[in-house]
Nanobody
Framework: QVQLVESGGGLVQAGGSLRLSCAAS????????MGWFRQAPGKEREFVAA????????VYVDSVKGRFTISRDNDKNTVYLQMNSLKLDDTAVYYC????????????????WGQGTQVTVSS
């Protein structure tokens, strides 16, 4: 079965950096757009970033543009989210997602979800 396993979350001070990883198995990784969503306490899950099958197209929510970078390694079946200049508002559970459509459509069409990894930004 398909598995998306996130890692790299943790506690970091505001202004710091973290790198999330998501290892995929059970699917043809290079056929899927990949992305990251997050859910803060008491809030709905929101789209953060997506990357196309070959990595040529990336999409970000406005609040993370210039601070977060999504990338993928199709040889390792892994997608990454480099998070810099972290803010208190970035505190959330971050979920990896895979979709068979384009990177632009991942917001509305996720086929598989990971279990999530906690990111906590402290002041």
């Amino acid at each position: 079965q398909v598995q998306l396993v996130e890692s790299g979350g943790g506690l970091v001070q505001a202004g710091g950096s973290l790198r999330l990883s998501c290892a995929a198995s059970g699917l043809t990784f290079s056929n899927y757009a990949m992305g990251w969503f997050r859910q803060a306490p008491g809030k709905e899950r929101e789209f953060v970033a997506a990357i196309s099958w070959r990595g040529g197209i990336t999409v970000y929510v406005d609040s993370v543009k210039g601070r977060f970078t999504i990338s993928r390694d199709n040889d390792k079946n892994t997608v990454y989210l480099q998070m810099n200049s972290l803010k208190l508002d970035d505190t959330a559970v971050y979920y990896c997602a895979a979709g068979s459509g384009s990177a632009y459509r991942l917001k509305a069409g996720v086929d598989y979800w990971g279990q999530g990894t906690q990111v906590t930004v402290s002041s």
